[in-house]
């Protein structure tokens, strides 16, 4: 199986591999403002890059953008498996979260993906400087580029649900019979319908004033997905998918921008508890390649700081 990294908002690009994604290894480069890239390990928002078996494959969130590069080349962490697949978050601060890679990290995680990650970062406000990004935009072939994005040999990938996807068909994650595959398509989109509306407030000039109305609507937007989760296990059904690692990655950005918003909705409780406990992200959120923060880029009026 190939692997692939992303960012929150970013691009991932993976190149096709006589290897499965698997047999990638991990390094990470984090860029910081106009320091040279230092490697560090996996976790924060970045890019990764990497060759195996002679074959290039990058990665690229939004906020992330990632590339495969010869273990060599930035080598200091020994890979675990033959070749190396680097992600990059774009945009993002230093460590972060940001926005639309958050799950796909996370499913590199469960799935044990090794991956490099690089950062890109954009400058301090007023006017928060983009070139880190745009001056590769164009130049990386890539249909519609944007961050996250991701390249296995031929295959280049933008969009975060679509990089999800690819990952998630290489583990059988997209959900199996025909009900869990209508349940994953459904809750895809009304997923990503309800993180916009926490975005767009989070980067409002007027989040104080628009906050109120928010909370308000939100237990009834909670209330449809714990009625679709029923006594369901996960959202597919009793089989994890990739909805699931989108799902909570919202649901906990809601819970911290109102952390009681959850209280009504027992078993939404539940599936976050069950989440967090599966072995791998367990293990992922308790080390120093997890952050929970800061969620936004620099520019929101919310979840633009770490918070340690």
């Known amino acids: 199986m190939a692997r692939g990294w992303v960012r929150p908002s970013g691009l991932v690009h993976l190149l096709p591999s006589p290897t499965p994604l698997d047999n990638f290894t991990a390094r990470i480069l984090l860029s910081r403002g106009n320091q040279r890239p230092t490697a560090r390990t996996v976790g924060a928002p970045s890019a990764l890059t990497g060759t195996t078996n002679g074959r290039r494959a990058q990665f690229l969130p939004r906020?992330?953008?990632?590339?495969?590069l010869p273990p060599t080349r930035h080598g200091v962490f020994p890979p675990r498996t033959p070749g190396t697949l680097e992600v990059a978050p774009a945009r993002g601060p230093p460590y972060a979260r940001c926005e639309l890679a958050h799950a796909i990290r996370m499913l590199l995680e469960y799935t044990d993906t090794s991956y490099e990650?690089?950062?890109?970062?954009?400058?301090?406000?007023?006017?928060?400087?983009?070139?880190?990004?745009?001056?590769?935009?164009?130049?990386?072939?890539?249909?519609?580029?944007?961050?996250?994005?991701?390249?296995?040999?031929?295959?280049?990938i933008t969009q975060s649900n679509a990089i999800l996807r690819y990952i998630a068909r290489k583990h059988?994650?997209?959900?199996?019979?025909?009900?869990?595959?209508?349940?994953?398509?459904?809750?895809e989109n009304q997923i990503m319908d309800f993180r916009m509306q926490l975005t767009k407030l989070c980067y409002s000039a007027d989040l104080e004033k628009l906050k109120p109305q928010y909370l308000e609507q939100l237990p009834g937007q909670l209330k449809q997905?714990?009625?679709?989760?029923?006594?369901?296990?996960?959202?597919?059904?009793?089989?994890?998918?990739?909805?699931?690692?989108l799902t909570y990655d919202v649901l906990d950005q809601n819970r911290m921008f109102e952390p009681r918003c959850l209280d009504?909705?027992?078993?939404?409780?539940?599936?976050?508890?069950?989440?967090?406990?599966?072995?791998?992200?367990?293990?992922y959120m308790q080390s120093d390649r997890f952050f929970k923060t800061p969620i936004n880029n620099k520019m929101a009026h919310w979840g633009n700081k770490r918070i340690c």
């Open 63 to 68: 906020s992330t953008q990632a590339t495969l």
């Open 117 to 156: 990650e690089k950062q890109y970062t954009c400058g301090e406000a007023p006017d928060y400087d983009r070139s880190q990004w745009l001056d590769a935009k164009f130049k990386l072939d890539l249909a519609f580029p944007n961050l996250p994005y991701l390249m296995d040999g031929k295959n280049k």
């Open 172 to 187: 059988n994650m997209c959900g199996e019979t025909e009900e869990e595959k209508i349940r994953v398509d459904i809750m």
């Open 225 to 245: 997905f714990s009625l679709f989760l029923g006594k369901f296990s996960w959202f597919a059904g009793e089989k994890l998918t990739f909805v699931d690692f």
């Open 264 to 283: 009504e909705f027992p078993n939404l409780k539940a599936f976050m508890c069950r989440f967090e406990a599966l072995e791998k992200i367990a293990a």
